[in-house]
């Protein structure tokens, strides 16, 4: 992982940011940040776009060499203070067929390798296993559907901390290129990949795999790999997506099939451990121990950690009509979302307990200070309605 | 005036000038192709100042790695207002104003078709720049969804998105009046001789452009109309809630985005055609070859959208048979620059303003054109699509295509329109701080796009920190030097130089045969065209 390597070089600090990028540029040659070419393929199809690529540039470059060639020539032996004369010719038949047949062969030439790695890159017939990938904003969702680890489901989310973003701490060597949990898949495998989204239309992208599908909500689309060798491969978002667009990465774990078949038994075992019991009653402040949780995770984005919002788009929660009205509307409101806004319907992505406890948390941090308990059984009713 | 061969004249000029209106009256109530060509320009500029300084406010946030000056969201407004407003209100309307001075002109007509229609074009741009700039100011801000407007984002929009969408209707019927117009005004009221295949190649791009845009300006707009009634009016035809597809969206919005680049294309390529023959004292080579080229791109531009799709999941015939007709547009765009190149075969070249311009776009659009070529391969192109090599290719074909051309084209007319020579120091500067500073600020993101770095993130990972560093300076020092233009060009208007009426020697066509500058009136009577003058 070529990419991975050589963003070890951390810059810091407020001032004098300016000048340490510029002292970059000229310590740069000892440096490997720049990457002049595609990300080191780590997949079949990935080396075939690498090598059609290659032979392409080869061919534009070859093309505007001689092109340009012939320029050069003119501007340097045909300008008028050498006392060059114009000639006046202006049409010939044979010239101008040559320079339409010939270019047209070279295009039929490269057709045929660039078809038959698109017609690889396209066949999702028989995986070894299925994942969905489903995008929200601003994270990724996965399932498994087949293998080892059917039935795990995850979110993965960014895990750069928010003061790296905003410039008040050293960024790590994987700023805006890690999460929390990573997709975790075996080595030599063939992977396949259902996308679809939730909200609005994501791209899940790994550079090093040559895949890069939208995520459309409400259809299913494919894609695959068979990653060669372990190691930890990144990519982002690659479709805009709304404000935190630039900050949800994509981390993909390629594990041996040991380390695989170990993980996804471990997995298993924490769903059966955590499997909530929705008729728990839970005291308050046990819910907003774990509201705090899933607020930062899933609202604070929009809404912000103060609760303040970024209105108008991210209404304010602290002192809201929704967060202090009704207990009903409010934990509808977390269910099924606001249409036509970036509000999503969490219904869908969060269990009645982790809804009670955000509802619960909502309703009692910043100056909503209302004391109310809310019990996954409550949210349970609400949902089938 | 007593240059122009026809009797009357001065009459005729008396009588118009009696009645007009002057001081803002003037400007606001004009039907004179000549008025209305300059406020299109100087509308374009306006314009391109606005969205350049957008550009440079990405640039700035995107210097080093982290969030600085700007929010992610203001940050998204930015990058979606700077493209439209670079491809609408600054690219197009500056080649309207080259076709309102130049086409009359050329074909000896005594103004365009329909006069008044001609000054309502005009007029509807303002009202749509002011509703586009302004949306930055509306509670929510302006659309946040980059220039193509893909729901569901656009659906989540403020009315920063509703007030986008009016703007680009109201470019739309702009553009199709103005196209109207043209196409009447080429086809009707050429002078007697200049038969459709002795026309100026100016003309030629601009009857093709023309078709283009009333082609598919209305699609546009029943795009945009289709998601204002899915955001207020509960229809579902990009929601699959109810049995629509967001991806229908991008078959109709690239139906029409194709043909757009075209569409700002094809005039650059018309402007570049009279340039080249000019300074090269030569014939233009392949006259005949052009006009079908231009005829062809035209044509094949309206069966190539889906190659702005390949990720999206379209099947994999689709994938290939896009791909097969988008190489196909090499063919025609490589006769053309053969042609440009062979018609500098053994001139007698000489390198004003005009020209280096028109040398700066053959080198750059060819450049943009071959990684063009490398975008066409979709299997290449899954792995870069969405990367800053698009943003680096399109920039290439965009910035160093149409606006250096159009740059060209100011330099070689503007003795015509103002009687004075420009500063022709000045004006080499201005081609080599734009050269440079242009190559400084995008040849890098084709490295950014290589290895990974998506377009539209406001912060990035730090392996892109030092290309992003030198794009930023060539950003920096690109956009301040356009700001050449404007001493320049006010300095030509005010004062300088008398121009001659033919100031370039190697200059061929009617716009060359009246005096500089050119009178209020021009070929009331048509002009005798001489052979001579053929072939631009």
Sequence with gaps: MARNSNSNRLRSGSSGRFFAALLGLFSGAANAAWELNLQEPATAVARRVYELHSLLLWVIVVIFVGVFAVVAYSLVYHRKSKGHKAATFHDNTTVELAWTIVPALILVAIAFPATSALVDMRDTSEPDLTVKVTGYQWKWGYEYLTGDAAGVKYMSVLSTPREQIENKAPKGEHYLLEVDRPLVVPVGKKVRILTTANDVIHNWSVPAFAVKT??????????????????????????????????????????????????????????????????????????????????TTNCAACHQATGEGLPPAFPALDGSAVAKGPRAAHVEMVLKGKAGTAMAAFGEQLSETDIAAVVAYERNAWSNKLGEVIQPAEVKALRGK | MQATSHTGYAGHHDHDSHGHPTGWKRWVTTTNHKDIGSMYLWFSFVMFLVGGAMSLIIRAELFTPGLQYVSPEFYNQMLTLHALIMVFGAIMPAFVGFANWMIPMMIGASDMAFARMNNWSFWLLPPAAILLTASIFVPGGAAG????????????????????????????????????????????????????????????????????????????????????????????????????????????????????????????????????????????????????????????????????????????????????????????????????????????????????????????????????????????????????????????????????????????????????????????????????????????????????????????????????????????????????????????????????????????????????????????????????????
């Excluded at chain 2, 080429?186 to 100026?200: A, C, D, E, F, S």
Aim: aromatic share 16%; charged share 10%.
């Design chain 1, 214 to 295: 939208d995520a459309v909500p409400g259809f299913l689309r494919d894609t695959w790999f068979r990653a060669d060798k372990e190691g930890t491969y990144r990519g982002q978002c690659s479709e805009l997506c709304g404000k935190d667009h630039g900050f949800m990465p994509v981390v993909v774990e390629v594990v041996s099939a040991e380390k695989y078949a170990a993980w996804a038994g471990e997995q298993k075992q924490q769903m059966v451990a955590v499997a909530e019991d929705p008729n728990k009653v839970w005291t308050l402040d046990e819910q907003l121990a774990l509201g705090e949780k899933v607020y």
């Design chain 2, 145 to 536: 969804t980059g220039w193509t407007l893909y729901p569901p984002l656009s659906i989540q929009m403020g009315m920063g998105m509703d007030m986008a969408i009016f703007a680009v209707h109201i470019l739309g019927m702009s553009s199709i009046m103005g196209s109207i117009n043209i196409v009447t005004t080429i086809l009707n009221m050429r002078t007697p001789g200049m038969t459709l295949m002795k026309m100026p190649l100016f003309c030629w791009t601009w009857l093709v452009t023309a078709f283009l845009l009333i082609a598919s300006m209305p699609i546009l707009a029943g795009a945009v109309t289709m998601l204002l009634t899915d955001r207020h009016f509960g229809t579902s035809f990009f929601s699959a809630a109810g049995g629509g597809d967001p991806v229908l969206f991008q078959h109709i919005f690239w139906f029409f985005g194709h043909p757009e680049v075209y569409i700002i294309a094809l005039p650059a390529f018309g402007v570049v055609s009279h340039v080249i023959p000019a300074f090269s004292r030569k014939p233009l080579f392949g006259y005949v070859s052009m006009v079908y080229a231009i005829a062809a791109i035209g044509l094949i531009s309206f069966f190539v959208w889906a190659h702005h799709m390949y990720v999206t999941g379209i099947p994999l015939t689709g994938q290939l048979y896009f791909m097969y007709a988008t190489m196909l547009i090499a063919v025609p765009t490589g006769v053309k620059v053969f042609n440009w190149v062979t018609t500098m075969w053994r001139g007698s070249l000489t390198f004003e303003t005009p020209m280096l311009f028109a040398l700066g776009f053959l080198v750059l659009f060819t450049i943009g054109g071959l990684t063009g070529l490398v975008l066409a391969m979709t299997a290449v192109d899954i792995q870069l699509q969405d990367t800053y090599y698009v943003v680096a290719h399109f920039h290439y074909v965009m910035v160093a295509g149409a606006l250096f051309s159009a740059y060209a084209g100011l330099y070689f007319w503007l003795p015509k329109w103002t009687g004075h020579m420009y500063n022709e120091t000045l004006g080499k500067w201005h081609f080599w701080l734009s050269m440079i500073f242009f190559n400084i600020a995008f040849f890098p993101q084709h490295f950014l796009g290589l290895a990974g770095m998506p377009r539209r993130i406001p912060d990035y990972a730090q392996q892109f920190a030092d290309f992003n560093v030198i794009s930023g300076i060539g950003a920096f020092g690109f956009g301040f030097s356009q700001l050449l233009v404007l001493v320049i060009v006010v300095q030509t208007v005010r004062g300088g130089a008398r121009a001659a009426s033919r100031p370039w020697d190697g200059a061929h066509g009617l716009e060359w045969t009246v005096p500089s500058p050119a009178p209020y009136h021009t070929f009331e009577d048509p002009p005798h065209f001489d052979q001579a003058e053929a072939h631009g």
